[in-house]
């Protein structure tokens, strides 16, 4: 059981390292964002609450939210996928 968990948290990580490594901008294609599962100072944009990537002062957040590979925010525990903007 205890593999499993740190298995688990080495994957999301991951998935949060090649999300932060890609600019926060306009979404990308195959990604989506994934809200209240970024950790403390690794969000990819600003919220209601600041106005920029990494400012985030909390882990899992309701607001925050990281860049995912599509299919994978529904998989995490907690992620929620942000809607987008309407026009």
Same mark, same amino acid.
């Given at each position: 059981m205890k593999d499993n968990k740190?298995?688990?948290?080495?994957?999301? %990580?991951g998935i949060l390292a090649l999300a932060g490594a890609q600019s926060a901008g306009a979404a990308k294609p195959g990604f989506e964002k994934c809200m209240g599962i970024a950790k403390a100072g690794m969000n990819d944009?600003?919220?209601?609450?600041?106005?920029? %990537?990494?400012?985030?002062?909390?882990?899992?957040? %309701?607001?925050?939210? #990281?860049? #995912?590979?599509d299919g994978t925010c529904n998989k995490i525990a907690g992620g929620t996928i942000k809607a987008a903007k309407k026009s």
């Open positions: 740190l298995l688990m948290t080495a994957a999301l %990580a944009c600003g919220t209601s609450l600041h106005s920029c %990537a990494g400012q985030a002062t909390a882990d899992n957040h %309701a607001e925050e939210w #990281v860049y #995912v590979p």
